[in-house]
């Protein structure tokens, strides 16, 4: 039976998914201003560390995508909004010229966020105006290329609450982002799912976006193995600390036991030593550590060292997507990103596409871990079962926990 869609005219199926593109950007654009609308300008120009950036600079460097990758190479005569902008905001895009140094975007008071705000202002209007205008012919390739942006926006409104709770995280007065924030429970359920040895297939293989780091989909040997079905939770990681987790170096993989010393870790990031109690900065400030909630900001040699005292290991990024498939995993989404112990490297048979845009993902491909999942700041609509979030090692700013694999059975089936 026909769709809607497919029973309208031609030349009114273009104009209603002109429409829904630009009812899809203009929501993606809303949402990155309400996630700043908490923040003074003040707030917006802070970076707290070389790996967060400021609120501002998201703001327009998101902004920039659009300009440069959608308005410039589409749009006839297009004039940029201010030719300094793509020296301030190109990210890391080698192929789109020179770049500011990431570690100093704190250090930029102009433009200021009002300025940016009608940057911001100025792309929306040449988007939307070259969505409804494009001709039929060059639509396609121009949806492609809003598509991406729309989803990088995505990603980066993600950072945006990452990069200001490290931000307030620095301030004694420990000032909240949300005052009526509050963590999001996993639904707890006991136990582990078994997963039997069989060949599975992963990857993005359906209908819909993906990032090219998701494919192509290809088969898989799994199992036997155990994935527990709960996230570990902070009541779990209190009992690791006081069992002397991070005084044990036995635990510790060796970077994972340097990244200890040298930055003196004792418990996840954000917690805080309050006169014998721990106590986690959160973004509705400073709350007492509830031991039933999923535990968070741990980096990836935190998350093995744990998994180690346990007698466990942390879970292939392939056995995570089969078990999540299969709807074997409580909090899997919207909770918080779970480290693998995958190494982030190409798929079989990946090449990044032609271009600035093939920097996206791909050159990426090294000395970093796959996260599963998603996370309580992550967009709606942004999560997929296939979706390989990456980091370093001894990253934790992002709401990155874990949940455990088991293969104790693996070796007594010989
Ligand atoms: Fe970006």
């Known amino acids: 039976m026909p769709t809607a869609a497919l029973r309208e005219a031609p030349s009114d199926l273009a104009k209603s998914e002109r429409a829904r593109w630009i009812e899809a950007f203009r929501k993606v654009r809303r949402e990155t201003e309400r996630r700043a609308a908490p923040l003074s300008p003040e707030d917006q120009a802070i970076q707290s560390m070389p790996d967060a950036s400021p609120i501002k ?13 959608l308005l410039a190479p589409n749009v006839p005569g297009y004039t940029v909004y201010d030719e300094r902008f793509a020296f301030l905001f190109n990210s890391y895009y080698v192929a789109a010229g020179p770049r500011h140094a990431r570690p100093k975007r704190g250090l930029i008071t102009r433009p200021d ?3 940016v705000g009608e940057y911001r202002a100025h792309v929306d209007t040449a988007v939307e105006r070259l969505i409804g205008e494009a001709s039929t012919d060059a639509l396609p390739d ?14 980066h409104q993600e950072l945006m609450l990452t990069d ?27 136990g582990y799912a078994e997963l039997p040895e069989g060949i599975h297939t992963i990857g993005h293989e359906a209908e819909g976006y993906c990032f090219d780091n998701e494919g192509p989909s290809h088969r898989v040997l799994v199992g036997p193995v155990k994935i527990a079905r709960a996230l570990v939770t902070n009541g779990d990681w209190l009992a690791f600390m006081n069992d002397g987790g991070y005084a044990n170096p036995m635990l510790w993989l060796s970077d994972g036991w340097a990244a200890v010393q040298n930055e003196g870790w004792q418990a996840p990031g954000h917690w805080q030593d309050c006169d014998g109690e721990w106590k986690q900065f959160t973004l509705g400030g400073l709350k007492p550590i509830d031991p039933a909630a999923p535990v968070t900001h741990v980096s990836y040699y935190e998350a093995d060292a744990f998994a180690h005292w346990t007698g466990k290991h942390l879970p292939t990024e392939a056995e995570w997507e089969v078990a999540a498939r299969a709807g074997h995993l409580s909090g899997a989404f919207g909770v918080v990103w779970q480290w693998t112990r995958s190494s982030y490297s190409p798929y079989p048979g990946f090449t990044a596409c032609d271009g600035a845009l093939g920097e996206y993902n791909g050159k990426f491909m090294i000395n970093q871990m796959v996260l599963r999942g998603s996370s309580l700041a992550t967009p709606d609509g942004h999560s997929r079962v296939t979706y390989r979030n990456f980091f370093y090692p001894g990253a934790r700013w992002q709401f990155s926990g874990l949940r455990l694999a088991d293969y104790a059975e693996r070796f007594s089936l010989t």
């Open 57 to 69: 600079w998201h703001r327009a460097h998101t902004t920039w995508f659009f300009e440069t990758f």
């Open 113 to 115: 966020a009002g300025e």
């Open 142 to 155: 121009i949806l492609r290329i809003l598509e991406i942006g729309v989803n990088h926006e995505e990603q």
């Open 164 to 190: 200001i709770l490290h931000a307030f995280a620095q301030n004694p007065t420990q000032p909240a982002y949300d005052a009526n924030w509050r963590p999001p429970r996993a639904t707890a359920q006991a």
